[in-house]
């Protein structure tokens, strides 16, 4: 009983959580590849100084394309980036 009541909270406040925070209001144009467009997104519009904020990298890949992680082992090229 008490686990199924904590399964019910704990889905609520997850639900709660993704449809109550604002989605990301600033992104960048995309920039495209022959196999990936990737666009950086920000949490917020305008840039104050010292005041934290995250912003993240959205990858749209062809189908039957993949990434890798930092290390691949023996296999493929991880994700670069150059920012400019």
């Known amino acids: 009983m008490f686990y199924q009541l904590l399964t019910w909270i704990i889905a609520l406040a997850l639900t709660l959580s993704t449809t109550l925070l604002p989605i990301a209001p600033a992104s960048a144009n995309p920039v495209q590849t022959e196999n990936v467009e990737v ?7 305008n840039i104050q100084p010292g005041t934290p904020f995250w912003v993240g990298l959205h990858f749209n890949i062809n189908p039957g394309w993949h990434t890798y992680w930092r290390n ?3 296999s493929g ?3 670069t980036l150059k920012w400019t």
Do not use: N, R
């Open 39 to 45: 666009q950086l997104i920000s949490e917020v519009i």
């Open 77 to 79: 090229l991880g994700a």
């Open 72 to 74: 691949p082992g023996d």
